[in-house]
């Protein structure tokens, strides 16, 4: 949910600058390198204090990790693309590389309640078509609500309701 939060609040952000001071945006990309590298730097102190927690290794966990280290990857190679970089693609790309990604871990673990959230996510990337290139952020801050907060959420919620049982 760390990256779920971080990138909605960042996208927030973003279009609040556009909104509001459309004349001050030089320094969104540095806002950007800044929130993925708090992001990383989070995210490996959380690792690194959580790894003696999993005691199971399966398939399924290690499967679903190799896709989100794919996704990471996908989204470097999309950032240095001299096709994208610079550009308002980049938000509908690292978009559609996340909800495929979305996808695969859904299918995996079965979340069956969660396939309605990945569609949702779907409709929002069909809305970088239709929309001014403005309100992109706001695209991606509702598909991180809808494909990372929301299952965050409730994966935490039955996990609180099993841990008793």
Known sequence: MLWGY????????HF??????????SFIGYFWIATTIIGFIISFYMGYKDRKKAL??????????????GFGVCVVLILFSPIIQNN????????????Y??????AIYRFKEMRSLVLICLICLLLYSY??????????????????IMPGHIIRSKTKKNKYV
């Open 101 to 106: 990604a979305l996808y695969l871990s859904v």
């Open 6 to 13: 971080l990138i909605t609040l960042a996208s927030l952000f």
């Open 131 to 148: 929309l001014p290139f403005l309100y992109y952020p706001l695209v991606m801050a509702a598909i991180m609500f809808f494909g990372n």
């Open 88 to 99: 308002w693609l980049v938000y509908p790309a690292i978009s559609t590389v996340y909800i």
């Open 56 to 69: 199971v290794k399966t398939i399924a966990s290690t499967l679903n990790t190799k896709i989100w280290m």
């Open 16 to 25: 609040c600058i556009l909104m509001f001071t459309p004349d001050k945006t």
